[in-house]
């Protein structure tokens, strides 16, 4: 989160914004994005129906060392203007590889 909040810049530059999607309660986001001075929104899903909507739910969570599953994996989703996935990857986000990403997809749209 740390990185996202340190590109906003960046990302807004791209005409891209972050928000994160949290299954923690509203109360719980709040404390967090205070604690980390995070500038963007934080949505409370717990039922999961955004990650379910954009393919970004899994319902085989991958398993920690100690053989429980992670439900709270992240995952970086990069949804266009047009509201269709065009990047999904598991684990801690790459902010080089989100924002290069972003610079290829705002080339793409330049062509249109």
Request: charged content about 30%.
């Amino acid at each position: 989160m740390d990185g996202h909040q340190r590109d906003l810049y960046l990302y807004e530059r791209l005409n891209a914004r972050v928000l994160g999607v949290s299954m923690d309660d509203v109360v719980t986001n709040k404390y967090f994005a205070k604690e980390l001075w995070l500038e963007f929104p934080l949505l409370s899903n717990p039922l999961a129906w955004i990650g379910k909507a954009y393919g970004a739910y899994v319902d085989k969570p991958p398993f920690l060392p100690d053989g429980t599953p992670n439900w709270f994996g992240r995952r970086t989703v990069v949804i266009d203007k047009k509201g269709i996935v065009r990047y999904i990857k598991n684990g801690s986000p790459d902010n080089k590889e989100i924002l290069q990403f972003l610079v290829n997809l705002e080339k793409e749209a330049m062509k249109k």
